[in-house]
């Protein structure tokens, strides 16, 4: 009797952490076991994986009338290259970036009415909007004290998604789905992630560095960009050149169709009828992905490694011979990936790369980024064939947006921890018009299949295994 195993008491209870440590490493070797699904299953069963089909397109799961994406046409079951558009709501985001910049003024506000409402706004449609967001942008009081503050996080994204989700706890109506409600909390999201990204790296450089705590208010009369600008540094200073190419960035950010990782999570978890706090924190969740949003790090990781190593950034055989390394994997992180090139769905250009190095290039010069500017130019115009004539691959292939973003937010005296988070502050904007979407049309919760595949067993007495 002495000798039965009691599963109500636990072999470890007074055990040093070198026990506990054993414990948990014979777990991870079970775990890492059972938990891998053999290769030649997928392909058994034709499962389409990632959701995409054999040429890479995405899986047919919705229709939407937010936004669009296109990369490519296909002529006669044949997928061919074309130049890339980002559409919202039917307006070619580069046209309406050219617009905003030609009238000399901000766009992001005009841009989120326009994904929530569906149409452009006039001129009093826009300055009552944009007052509505100076409303709404201010914290409940005590926020940052009870929520960012006493818990320090390293990642700005998670503090992010914990603010929003906390922001629940605040709302006298946090679970109604009515139009109305979650337009009301949409806004409110909207104009309040930015100084929720805000005040979480500051509690974050005061705890981990030891950095003075600086948090600042927002000003009503002052955009998204300016304000973002203005809480995030500790003297509250910045250019109007600063601020409008930074518009222009979150602008590009706001939206990308319904495919895209971020977005999809949004959706799903809005099919199930959940509250908005929790669908928006899923897609902030999702973009901190380095598959996904986090993307942009990687491509600056890469380029401080190229600048490290290159002898004269200017000498473009030198810069081949270095690329050529990273597609061997013998550079870089090993990875074999030329980090900001290449795109799931864009072939010819990403539009949002296109305007980017566009309205960045006189800053570059300005600020003494231009060598930095050159080579990401080079980059992007060897990359292409080094792929064709080491890695056997002849489709056409593009700078993505993030080949550009991380040198723009350097520019700007964006801190690498903030570059992710600001794509965020730009993308709920899309998140909030998806969701209402899915809310208010598909009545039906996304329920993919997945194939079962272990064996059946009969169960065994605990005495006996």
């Not at 491509?299 to 190593?309: A, I, L, S, T």
Request: include cysteine.
């Amino acid at each position: 009797m002495d000798n039965k195993i009691n599963p109500n008491r636990s072999n470890v209870n007074n055990a040093d952490e070198a026990t506990f440590t054993k414990v948990f490493d014979k777990c991870a070797t079970a775990a890492a076991e059972t938990n891998t699904v053999p290769q030649e299953a997928f392909e058994n069963y034709r499962v389409k994986r990632g959701l995409r089909e054999k040429d890479g397109t995405g899986v047919m799961a919705g229709v939407t009338k937010v936004g669009n994406v296109h990369g490519y046409v296909v002529y006669e079951g044949e997928k061919c290259a074309d130049d890339g558009k980002l559409e919202y709501r039917g307006f070619d985001m580069s046209n309406m970036i050219d617009g905003f910049s030609a009238e000399n003024r901000y766009g992001f506000e005009e841009c989120v009415y326009l994904l929530l409402f569906g149409k452009l706004p006039t001129a009093d449609e826009l300055n009552d909007f944009n007052a509505l967001i100076s409303h709404y942008r201010h914290l409940p009081p005590r926020f940052t004290e009870d929520i960012l503050m006493k818990a320090p996080s390293r990642s700005i994204m998670n503090k992010m998604a914990t603010g929003v989700l906390a922001l629940y706890a605040y709302d006298e109506n946090p679970d109604d789905t009515s139009l109305e409600n979650m337009l009301r909390q949409s806004i409110e999201i909207i104009a309040r992630l930015p100084v929720i990204a805000a005040h979480s790296y500051a509690v974050y450089r005061n705890y981990f560095f030891d950095k003075s705590l600086n948090l600042h208010t927002p000003h009503d009369d002052l955009s998204t960009a300016q304000n973002f600008l203005r809480i995030l540094r500790s003297n509250k200073k910045y250019t109007e050149e600063e601020a409008r190419l930074l518009d222009l960035c979150m602008v590009m950010h706001a939206e990308h169709g319904g495919g895209n990782n971020s977005t999809f999570a949004c959706r799903v978890l809005s099919s199930s009828g959940t509250d908005t706090y929790s669908a928006i924190s899923a897609g902030i969740g999702s973009l901190k992905g380095p598959l996904h949003g986090g993307a942009n790090i990687k491509v600056q990781e890469m380029f401080d490694y190229m600048k490290e190593n290159l002898r004269d950034m200017n000498d473009e055989e030198e810069v081949k011979h270095m690329l050529t390394a990273i597609l061997n994997h013998e550079g870089g992180d090993g990875s074999g990936k030329i980090y900001g090139m290449g795109h799931a769905i864009y072939t010819k250009t990403d539009p949002r790369a296109v305007i980017l190095k566009k309205y960045a290039r006189d800053l570059a010069y300005k600020k003494g980024y231009g060598d930095d500017f050159k080579l990401l130019e080079t980059i992007e115009r060897t990359t292409p064939e080094l792929f064709a004539k080491y890695k056997g691959i002849n489709k056409p292939m593009c700078a993505n947006v993030d080949l550009y973003s991380g040198l723009v937010y350097r520019m700007l005296d964006i801190p690498v921890e903030m570059y992710t988070p600001l794509f965020a502050i730009a993308r709920v904007s899309g998140w909030c018009a998806h969701r209402i979407e899915e809310s208010q049309t598909a009545k039906r919760i996304i329920r993919p299949a997945y194939k079962y595949i272990f064996k059946e067993q009969n169960y065994v007495p605990i005495d006996q295994r």
